[in-house]
């Protein structure tokens, strides 16, 4: 497969003043030598001048100023978002979804491991080398820890949402 | 273009209470931001009211621009978010030469870019006419590098993509811009003849 770049890939290079001083001098020479090379290079450098020169920019309405400055008296410049974000929220939100990832990885984990032992099969259907026996998961994951850990996250989704409605109520205030 | 600090000692004076020197920031890029909206439709109306809703979100969040670029850049970043959100709620169609029947009589006519076929003002007429005829996308790229003046990390920046990507992407659109323009110059060639 060709990896060069092509004549016009580094003619607009060339022209853009993106090429490096070797690669510069080299298009130089071969613009002087190659009528190739110089033909492409005097058409793509008018498209340039014609980009550069003659591109005219489309005018909204005369009103359009005036239009917008009715329109944003209506409002207010928000506050930056770096005042009011609460990085104890970002952090609450992370350790909710990073219990929940965890607590389902503890159930499926445990799942799998107390299956086989439950059908009474073998360690045959387990892709890692652990000895099922030995493991006691259900010391682990009785019916008790589940609701440990639902509670934690039914408690932390309360808490965020309690955060979220106190902030919405305080800038209801503030606005009126 | 205006220089960015300029930009900055206005926005600076409108987060102090100088809400009417806005309008100067208005004026400044309305017509460069009119611009590439009129590209994503294919109404002025439209268009325009893109642009109001760009300079109003741009106000509100106007305590957002830390001035770590140039405030053009920031701006545009908020120009294309706003007319891909608008085209998905509108579901307009947008302009693109692929639809045009206006070049297909010559789009068989094997030509080159013969500049001393036409005048200098009808290749004027030519480039801003091929322009409107791009995908939205390819007129934007263009633009921000011709008349918006941004670099390519900046319009990288402003839509999301590598600067490599832009360079590429830059690389093709002004060969399809080429292509147009050298198709319409023997369209015209051809009406002349006719």
Redesign the interface.
């Known amino acids: 497969m060709n990896t060069q770049p092509s004549i016009?890939?580094r003619l607009?290079?060339y022209i853009d003043g993106?090429s490096s001083p070797e690669e510069k001098s080299a298009i130089e020479q071969l613009i002087e030598s190659n009528i190739e090379w110089r033909r492409q290079y005097h058409?793509?450098l008018?498209?340039?001048q014609?980009?550069?020169n003659?591109?005219?920019?489309?005018?909204?309405?005369m009103r359009?100023?005036q239009?917008?400055?009715e329109?944003?008296?209506k409002?207010?410049?928000?506050?930056?978002?770096k005042?009011y974000i609460n990085k104890r929220v970002i952090w609450g939100i992370g350790a909710f979804f990073l219990i929940t990832i965890v607590g389902f990885l503890v159930f499926v984990f445990g799942q799998m491991l107390t299956a086989p032992a439950a059908t009474g099969g073998g360690t045959n259907a387990l892709p890692f080398n652990i000895d099922p026996n030995k493991l006691n998961v259900g010391n682990v994951l009785n019916s008790t820890s589940t609701n440990v850990f639902l509670v934690i996250n039914a408690i932390l989704g309360l808490v965020l949402l309690d955060m979220y409605l106190g902030r919405k109520k305080k800038q209801l205030r503030e606005q009126l | 273009m205006n220089t960015g600090t300029n930009d900055n000692e206005i926005i600076s004076r409108v987060l102090r209470g100088e809400h009417s020197l806005y309008a100067d920031l208005v004026k400044r890029y309305q017509n460069f931001v009119f611009t590439i909206t009129l590209r994503y439709t294919n109404s002025r109306e439209d268009a325009e009211e893109i642009a109001q809703d760009v300079f109003v979100k741009a106000y509100r969040s106007l305590a957002d621009f830390r001035g770590e670029s140039r405030f053009s850049t920031w701006l545009y970043t908020i120009v294309t978010t706003t007319c891909i959100t608008f085209l998905r709620k509108k579901k307009l169609e947008t302009h693109s030469l692929d639809n045009e029947k206006v070049f297909e009589v010559a789009d068989s006519v094997d030509s080159g870019f013969r500049a001393n076929q036409v005048e200098q003002k009808s290749k004027i007429q030519m480039v801003n006419k091929a322009i409107k005829l791009l995908s939205p996308d390819d007129a934007k790229l263009i633009s921000l590098f011709y008349q918006g003046e941004q670099s390519l990390d900046e319009i990288g920046q402003i839509m999301g993509l590598e600067p490599n990507t832009v360079k590429v992407r830059l690389h093709r659109a002004r060969q399809r811009l080429k292509d147009k323009m050298e198709t319409h110059f023997v369209q015209e060639v051809k009406d002349i003849m006719n």
């Not at chain 1, 003659?54 to 309405?61: A, F, G, T, W």
Request: aromatic share 8%; proline share 5%.
């Open positions: 016009e890939t607009w290079d993106l058409e793509l008018e498209v340039h014609l980009m550069s003659s591109l005219e920019l489309d005018e909204p309405s359009f100023t239009n917008v400055m329109d944003i008296a409002y207010q410049i928000a506050p930056a978002a005042n």
